[in-house]
Structure formats: C-alpha cells, structure tokens
C-alpha cells in the first residue's frame, strides 16, 4: 500500500470513491477493495487502508434491490463492479465529478439490471422512462401533465405557485385547438408527426398561439416512442457555448444511438445573425433538427440561409370558439360547474369539506372575447379570478364542516383582466401593419375604419409623433392639390401633439384623420415628383448641363462667358414669357403625362 500511496505523477490516476492517486498498474486492485468496502453496510474493512466513509444511502438502496448474489466477493462479480465504472477515471483532476454527483453515477453504475426503474430516497420502485429515453429537460417543457394536474384538488391547483397555463398545458394533438390549418387532420404536418419525420420548423405566432405547446406535444411524442432525443433552450438566456455542447452532443447520440436530437429554441430571433450562422451546417447535414419560436417575422429576424433550411409555420391568433374549448378542458379539469350547462357530475364523498366552484357561462365568455386570442392570458385570468373567490371565501361560522360554494361572476373577470389585451408591437411587425391600415382606409376616404385604426395604434402604446408625422405625408402623397388646407392641418395636428401630448392629443390626431378620410384626393404632385426621379435614374450618358440663360452671372467673368445671356425677367413683362427652362435633351417633357418608357 505503500507504493500506492506514493505522490502522484503525471500518470496519476485518481479513485473516484476515495479520490487518492494510484498509478495505472495498481488502480484496479484498489479498486477491488475500495468498492466493496464502500457498498458494504458492516464494521470498517480488515485491510490496510484507512479511508473516510462515503454517503452511502443512494448505494444501499440499490444494493439492497439486488440479488444477494449480486454483492458476492467473487473475482467476477469485483471485476464486473471495476469496469463498470472503470469509464469515470480521468487524468485531468479539473474535471473531476462532484461527489454527489460522483455517489449518483455510481448508484447507476452498479445497479445495471435496473435500468428504466427510477427509486426513490427510500429504495422504493417508481414507473420511468425505458433505457435511453433520458433528455435534456426544461422546466418550461416538462412541467405538470395534464395527467398529474388532475390528480390535485381544485383548490391546491389553483393556489399553486405555477400559472395555469403551465399546468395544463396539452400533450397531445387532440387537446391542441385552434390551428387546424396547420395541424389539421388532412394536413402535411400532422402526416409527418405521426411518423416521426419532424422536418426542421420555424413557429411564427402570436403571443399565447401555441408555438411553445407545439413544441411540447412534439417532445412528448418523441420521448414517448423513443426516436429522438429533445432538447430545450431559449434564446433570452443562452450563450453560444451552451449551443455548440448541445451540438456536439447531438453528433455522438446520433453517431453511437443511431437517435436524431430535436433542438427547441424560443424565441429564437432574439439569436443574433452570428449566433444563428451556429446552426446552419448542423442543420444541413441532419445532426439535429431545429424548432425555433419566434413573435416577429422571420423574413426580417431569421437569416436567409437559416430560413431556406426550415419550414416556417405561420400559427394564428386563437380564434374566440378555439378560446372557448380551451376554457371548458380547463374547467373541466379543475371540477369546476358551469352554471346553465346541463351535466351531472358525481359526488365527490372523500372530500366533503372542498369548495365547491361554479363559475357563469358569460363569465367564460368575456375571457374568450376580451383575451384577444392569447391562451396564456385566458387560462391565468381565469385562475386569477378564481383565485381572489377562493381566498375572500370565510370557513363557516358554524362549524360544520359543509362545504363552501364559491361563485365566479362576469364582474370578477373584468376586474381581474381590466381592459382588452391589445396585441400590439411598437418595434415589430404590427407597428406596420396597423400604420399602413390606417393610410390606406384614409386613402379610401373610409373615415370609420381610419378612426378605428388610429385607436388601435395608440391604445396599443403607439408613438403619437410618429402617427402625426404619417398623416404630415399623407396630406401631400394623397391629397396633395386637391385640398390646399390639407397640409396646414397635418403639421398643425403634429404641433398640437407635441405641445401636449398622450391622453388629450387623441381628439386632435381624430379631427386630422377624419379631415384626411373626407378630404379629395390627388396624386398628382406623388406622381409627377415620382417620374422626375425615374426620369433621373434612368438617363443615360451624362446629365444635361443647365442652360446658360438660366444660370447667374454674379462676375464679370461669368458674364463674358455668357451666363445669364438673354434671360427674360418675367416682372418686365405683362404677358406670358416664351422662354425655354429645361435643357434641350427634355424639351416637350410633362412629368404629370410622361413614363418612364417615354425617354
């Protein structure tokens, strides 16, 4: 033992049980004793080393489990031990385990006919994933089923910590509603899903569509019949590093597996184009399939070459009978009555004291119209307005232990939600959207929908200066000379805006946009300017010189050179002046007529 306790060299191995330095020849030796005399629960070992005892209640647990056969002190049995986790030694002493995790590994080591059966703290048996199926797990994709979830009472499900959303969050296609162009029956999508082929995606949505559930349902599909191994990262907290591990990871699973990786990045345009460049070979080649989520438009946030390798799904806003069948699986799920909907639902006699809840079918109404197609903001309006019901409800005095009816009326939800959740982006693609609505229903002098679009870009938080300097171009793009007072009115819309400003400036940019809407409308000054620049843009050679005539001569020299020669003042003249203004290459030329086929 001497000789093995000798200072370490560069050869050095260390044990992972004791973590003293052995050399190569004398490592597996150690090991023999070292093993059994960590895994054995009796009196301190006869032999002469002298080691401090290891936490050993993951490793009992599992030695119990086994055979009596199993903790034999055979030769084979201690060689089988030894080179089971003979793969743990490392030479580089940084890398080294933790020992909790050191103690993990080696309870999963030594238990090898047990695999696909987790244990518990106390040795007990628990149903698990089969061998292989173990993934990467996020707490956003892998939180509460829908099968644990209805295992809790209503009143510990809706005062848990986790949003309501989370909780019941779909695992399969069937409890997905809402996107049936996409994930429809008859689809492409829905073919490749049941047969595993998932193709590289981009989910392009709304807040609140689905495109995180989607991907849930994915993996879930995926763990279920083992074929790939899924990942889950999001863009607001990862690093590049994380990404080339996840990669480099997917390139041994499917190299020793044979197992395809799925990787899940939400929002994913929050990757820079560098980071984003990270994918690309990787997703050429096949080593991992990508799933990205994103609010924002891929044409503009996702890089072209990234793009052109994936599927873009476009994910619409939940519609209001989609919201409907979202909120009646959830009350559904939590035992929640319906008032005015005819169903028996059995007596509950083991929990006689739980409140009972009823909630009123307009009260589910008003959250499916008034969440604005976001599921996320429609199951947690919901559990906060049951959640305020549930904690106002006072034990009865008597003491009886009957239990509590508590009732969710329409008034609780609107308080609970306040006002419409208006889907608006001032940096994204809405922002555009609804200016560009608002110009056109002006230029088609529909007042209405002008006014309806302008209060959906300021309820939404939208820039009033911005709104202001629009209809300023406005005024001259389609209005232009068939109203002079046009323009006046726009700039002074914009001055009045930026004196005072969001609330009181909303009747002012209201009059402008109903001034606009009604005003005639011209194009000519938009038209004319626009064939000057092609006319420009398209000349060949070099431009024409300005005429002598119409040039200043304010030197002499300029004037012996014959600048200003035989200008016609227009004053001097009380009729019209014949006189030629243009260069003689564009002489005839009307920009209110001319295309630019004409040059």
């Not at 197992?259 to 994913?268: A, C, H, M, S």
Request: aromatic share 6%; charged share 20%; glycine share 6%.
């Amino acid at each position: 033992m001497a000789s093995e306790m000798s200072s370490p060299t560069l050869d050095a191995v260390q044990c992972p049980v004791c973590l003293k330095d052995f050399t190569p020849g004398t490592i597996n030796r150690h090991l023999d004793v070292c093993l059994l005399k960590s895994v054995a629960d009796s009196s301190p070992s006869t032999t002469e080393e002298s080691e401090p005892p290891l936490k050993k209640y993951r490793i009992s647990a599992t030695v119990e489990a086994e055979p009596p056969s199993t903790t034999a002190s055979s030769p084979s049995s201690v060689a089988g031990a030894a080179s089971s986790v003979f793969s743990l030694f490392q030479t580089n002493k940084s890398k080294l385990l933790a020992p909790g995790e050191r103690n993990g590994v080696l309870s999963s080591k030594l238990s090898p006919v047990n695999k696909g059966v987790k244990r518990n703290l106390l040795g007990e048996a628990e149903p698990g994933p089969a061998a292989g199926t173990e993934d990467m797990k996020s707490p956003g994709l892998n939180g509460h089923t829908l099968k644990t979830s209805t295992d809790l009472s209503p009143r510990t499900l809706l005062t848990s910590n986790k949003p309501l959303a989370e909780i019941l969050r779909p695992n399969t296609l069937e409890e997905y509603f809402g996107q049936s162009k996409v994930v429809g029956q008859q689809t492409l999508l829905r073919s490749l899903l049941d047969s595993q082929d998932i193709p590289s995606l981009i989910l392009w949505g709304p807040p609140g569509c689905g495109k995180t559930t989607l991907a849930h349902i994915i993996a879930s599909s995926s763990k279920k019949k083992g074929t790939a191994r899924f990942v889950s990262l999001s863009a607001t907290s990862t690093s590049t590093n994380e990404v080339r591990e996840v990669i480099k990871q997917a390139q041994n699973e499917l190299r020793l597996c044979k197992r395809r990786t799925i990787l899940f990045i939400d929002e994913i345009h929050r990757f820079n184009k560098s980071q984003q460049d990270t994918f690309l070979p990787h997703v050429e080649c096949g080593t991992l399939t990508l799933i990205g989520a994103t609010t924002e438009n891929p044409s503009f946030q996702v890089n072209a070459a990234l793009l052109s390798r994936c599927r873009v799904l476009v994910l619409e806003k939940l519609s209001v009978e989609a919201m409907g069948s979202i909120l009646d699986r959830a009350v559904a799920t939590l035992g929640i009555k319906v008032l005015g909907q005819d169903q028996t639902i059995p007596k509950e006699q083991p929990q006689s004291d739980e409140p009972k809840i009823f909630i009123e079918q307009k009260a589910l109404d008003t959250v499916a119209y008034l969440c604005d197609g976001d599921a996320r903001a429609g199951l947690n309006s919901l559990q906060l307005a049951v959640q305020a019901q549930l904690s106002s409800a006072r034990p009865d005095p008597s003491g009886q232990g009957g239990s509590q009816e508590i009732l969710v009326k329409e008034d609780h939800i609107k308080e609970g939600l306040q006002r419409s959740h208006i889907l608006y982006d001032r940096a994204g693609e809405e922002h555009y959207n609804c200016i560009s609505a608002l110009h056109k229903s002006m230029r088609g002098s529909d007042e209405n929908a002008a006014l309806y679009w302008l209060g959906r870009m300021l309820e939404g938080g939208e820039d009033p200066l911005y709104v202001a300097r629009r209809l300023v171009r406005f005024a001259s793009e389609d209005v232009g000379m068939a109203d002079f007072a046009a323009l006046p009115q726009a700039v002074s819309a914009f001055q009045a805006c930026h004196f005072i400003g969001m609330p009181e400036c909303e009747v002012i940019m209201a009059q402008c946009v109903i001034y606009l809407a009604r005003a005639p409308k011209s194009v000519d000054v938009y038209k004319a300017y626009a064939n000057v620049k092609a006319c420009l843009r398209n000349h060949k050679g070099p431009l024409p010189s300005v005429p002598l005539h119409l040039r200043n001569a304010p030197t002499r020299l300029m004037k012996q050179l014959g600048y200003a020669k035989g200008y016609k003042y227009n004053p001097s003249f009380s009729g019209p002046v014949e006189q030629k203004y243009l260069p003689d290459e564009l002489q005839g030329i009307n920009f209110f007529t001319w295309t630019p086929s004409d040059l």
